[in-house]
Structure formats: C-alpha cells, structure tokens
C-alpha cells in the first residue's frame, strides 16, 4: 500500500514538473499545462495526507 | 514550554521537532544524525515565499543578468562556505544551541537582549511573508494589488485580507506548530518543483532562443520597469555580498548552531548548498523571470507574487505562493512569540506561550498590512544580518581565541556573568553607527554585515578579560 501511494505521490511530482518542460518544446498548451499542473498539486497532496494517516512516522 | 525567567531556544527553529531537545546540555552520541537529514530540510527551508519577492527586486533594481547569473553563483558559494567552516564546525564540538552557547559567554540577560531584537526582526520578516500570501489570497477578491509606489495600505479590500491571512497564521502559530511543520515538509518537494516549472514556462514566454535575445529581453524589461532610465543600483559586488549575507544570522551569525549541533560530521555543512542553489539560485532567477514575462506580455513590472505565478503556471502557483507564505511565517511568528514570551516573563511570569506567539502574530500583520516591508525586502535581509550576525562573531572569537576550540572545557564551564557589558559594548559599538548608516542615511546594509561582524568579534577579545582557567 505504502509503495503504491509512493508511486501516485510521485505521479503527482511528475505532473507537476513535465508539463513545463513539454511547454518549453510547444508539446502543450498553456491551459492544458495549467491544468496538469493543478491536478499534479492535488494528487501530491492527498496522497501525501493519505500517507501521513496510515504510515506511521517511523517507517518512513 | 521554557520555565520562567529563561530565555527560550528561539533560534532552535527550522526542525523543531527535534532541535528543542537537549536546550541546555549538548546533544548526546545517541541523536547524532547524518547529513542526508539536513539537505532535504535545506532545500525545503529556503524555498520560501519571499523568495517569490527577491528575484523581481532584482530587476527592478537594474541587474544585469550577467551579475544575478555569476553573483549569486559565487554569492551562495560564500554562504556555503560560512556555514562549513564557520558555524557548523563550532556547531559539532560544542553541540549547543546558539542560546546556549551564548548565554554562557555574555550572560543570559544580554541574550534575552538579543532575543527581543530577533524576535522584533523575526515579526516584520513574517509580515512581509503575510503580504506576499495575501497577494495571492487577494485574486479571487479582485483586489487592487499594491504597487512598488505603495508604502501604505492601498486599498481596504488589501488590509481585510492581510488580516484574515495573518490573524489566520497568528492562531495556528499560537496553537503550536506541529501540525504546520508537518505540512511544510509534505509541501517542500512541491514548491521546489513549482518554483521550477514556473521559471522554465516564464522562461519561454520570454521568447529567447539565445542568449543575446535573452540579454535584450532582459535589458528591455529593466527599461520599461524603470521607466526608461536603465539605472543599476547593484553591480555584480552588491549581488554577490547580498547572497552571501542574506542568511548572515544563520552561518556567520551562528544560529544555525542549533540544527547543525545534531550533525555527525562536519561535512554536514555542505547539505546548505542544497537550500542555496536550490532557492536562492534557482527559484530566485526563476522569479525574475516570471517579471520579465510579466513585463513582456502585460506591460505590468508589478512585482506582486500572486499575480506573477497565476500568469505562468495558474491555480497551482498561486496555491504555491499562499503555501510558501504561510509555511514560513508560521515558524518565524512562532520563534517571535518564543522571544517575546521570554521577555515579558521577567515582569509577568505567568505569561502563556499562545498570547506571547499572538502578540507577535499581530505585530506582523500589522506590518503585513505596510507593503513596503515586502518592496524594502533586499535591504531589510542585511539590516537583520548587520543587527544579528556579529553576536556569531563573538562566539567565534572566543571559541578560536579564548576557548581554544577545546568543547570539553567549554561544555563544562559556568556563565562567569548573567549580563556581560563588554560583549554588549563589543556588539553595540560597530552595530549602532551601522544602523544609523542604513537606515538615516540610506547606506547598502549587506555591505556592513562582515564589518560588523569582525569588529565584533576583535572588541569583544579586547574589552572582556581572559577567563581564569586560561
């Protein structure tokens, strides 16, 4: 469980991050990065706060 | 909670769930940690929201890119430095935190002192972090943001939302921040990556395919945000001193004693790099970017961060600017309260943490609600630097010269004063004339930092006397 939600949280940071570089090479649009962006926010931090419900501290 | 009438680890900060342990002995073999604990917390720390302010003010002041490229790079090199060899190597032998460790050289009135003035300082810094949440908070309101002309509240849509924001961060501040700090380290990998994705998009607004192009576009934001006078109010020296005295109370100054005293190895000192080049490189050129495309496609040199990040990457920077905002106003209103708390303990003992951490929590709104705390940010960093910084050159000083780096005796020696005047007057005699210079006759305050710092330091050898065992 720990593991999957580590590799959401990552697709999160991933969203965040990318879209501006496939902006940089005209692979997106502005409205289309905006939105990727804004979903990566939301995905990163629910599963951050999912994270921090049900693993505990010590085997992070 | 510190019992009365002492002064409490205000500085013991940034990791506070670990660094108010052992406030009054040395941290034990047991809880030493390796470096890979402080580059995380580095690079998260310093990606904060008056970072979103630094860059543009860069701008508007007429530096060439050459300088922030090349400045900065050799400015935060400096900064990383001072932390490796000047704090954190006293940080690993004495093991204290700065509170600590200076109380036993000066006394611990003079550092309930020097606390006030942290405290005080630590208020219009949050206030400025206030304005910048509140700039974003502000978009969905339509409210009219500040100018750089603005040193007053401009608007009453403005002061509402400075104070739903700060009284917001007062609270939680005063509650404790446990809960904060844990969202501040959930938020830290976010903003780092938001900081870049929204210097690479501003980058491409901007158009440049060389670095000639860019240079242009560059020179020509600096004519327009000056109205077309293209006048440099910092050349490369400004820029280089102003990255590496921007932290000056941190390194130099020695309150990073307080993290650092965790540290297994020295080396530990490197894991700065991480905050430096990561929010003081990156994300502030990225922010004077998102100028620089604001300029070009709005024709608006408004350096206001909300806007600014809405215009590049949308809903996510201006959560972004909110959240950095708010994460570090939370500590730094917090650490205020700590200091303030002390303070007035020595007349009212019974005075509670959550009205102390309140107290200061409004100071800063009320600064907040000034935006010319947040525009006057480049020369607020050094006159904090110039006031705090050269207390780090009494420590080492006396470490090198008086102590003769010896932890062991040091750690068991008593204060031989509970106020010591000659580090009062070693730290007033350069400071004083110092504030004077900045503030009344509008002298850089970065420039007086290392000044400061080392006559500090030589006063205090000549004024106070040897002790005994020496």
Redesign the interface.
């Known amino acids: 469980m720990n593991t999957l939600l580590r590799i959401i949280g990552w697709v999160?940071?991933a969203l965040?991050?990318v879209?501006?570089?496939l902006?940089?090479f005209d692979a997106l649009s502005m409205e289309k990065?905006?939105?990727a962006?804004?979903i990566?926010?939301v995905v990163?931090?629910a599963v951050?706060?999912v994270r921090?419900r049900l693993v505990p501290a010590s085997s992070e | 909670m510190p019992p009365a009438n002492t002064p409490p680890p205000v500085e013991a900060s940034r990791s506070d769930s670990v660094a108010n342990e052992y406030e009054r002995e040395p941290v034990p073999e047991k809880s030493l940690k390796g470096a890979g604990k402080f580059w995380g917390m580095y690079a998260g720390e310093h990606a904060a929201g008056t970072e979103f302010m630094i860059g543009p003010l860069f701008l508007l002041a007429g530096v060439s890119l050459q300088n922030i490229i090349f400045g900065l790079l050799l400015g935060n090199l400096m900064a990383v430095l001072s932390w490796r060899y000047v704090c954190v190597p006293i940080a690993t032998k004495a093991r204290y935190t700065l509170y600590h460790h200076l109380e036993k050289i000066a006394g611990k009135w003079l550092v309930l002192l020097y606390n006030l003035a942290n405290g005080l300082l630590f208020c219009f810094l949050a206030g400025a972090m206030i304005t910048v949440s509140a700039t974003a908070v502000g978009i969905p309101f339509d409210m009219t943001m500040p100018t750089t002309d603005d040193w007053l509240p401009n608007s009453t849509m403005f002061v509402v939302v400075v104070l739903a924001v700060g009284l917001l961060i007062a609270t939680v501040a005063s509650l404790g921040y446990d809960t904060v700090a844990k969202f501040a380290n959930i938020a830290s990998p976010w903003m780092v990556l938001v900081f870049l994705a929204c210097g690479i998009v501003a980058f491409k607004q901007l158009g440049a395919s060389s670095w000639e192009e860019l240079n242009a576009i560059w020179s020509e934001s600096i004519l327009f945000a000056q109205d077309g006078e293209s006048e440099s109010t910092m050349g490369f020296w400004s820029v280089f001193l102003f990255a590496w005295f921007c932290n000056a109370a941190m390194h130099v100054g020695m309150a990073d004693l307080s993290v650092f005293r965790f540290a297994k190895k020295a080396s530990a000192g490197w894991a700065t790099s991480a905050g430096m080049y990561v929010g003081h490189y990156m994300a502030w050129i990225a922010a004077a970017f998102m100028l620089a495309a604001q300029i070009k496609l709005n024709q608006d040199a408004n350096p206001v961060p909300g806007p600014m990040a809405n215009n590049v990457v949308g809903l996510a920077g201006i959560i972004c600017v909110v959240v950095a905002g708010w994460t570090t106003a939370n500590p730094t209103i917090y650490r205020a309260g700590l200091a303030f708390q002390a303070m007035a303990q020595t007349i009212f003992p019974n005075v509670s943490r959550f009205w102390a951490t309140f107290a200061a929590g409004l100071i800063a709104t009320v600064a907040g609600a000034f935006p010319a705390f947040a525009w006057q940010l480049l020369g607020f960093v050094g006159l904090y630097g110039t006031i705090l910084a050269p207390m780090g050159g009494v420590i080492f000083f006396d470490w090198y010269f008086r102590q003769k780096g010896d932890a062991s005796a040091f750690q068991k020696s008593s204060p031989a004063t509970s106020f010591s005047v000659p580090v009062l007057l070693a730290w007033l005699i350069p400071v004083v004339p110092a504030f004077y210079l900045i503030v009344y006759e509008g002298y850089t305050a970065v420039n007086f930092v290392l000044p400061c710092w080392l006559i500090t330091g030589v006063l205090y050898l000549l004024l106070s006397k040897k002790p005994a065992a020496a």
Do not use: E, R
């Open positions: 999160g940071l965040t991050v879209p501006s570089f902006f940089l990065l905006k939105l962006m804004t990566g926010m990163w931090f951050a706060i921090s």
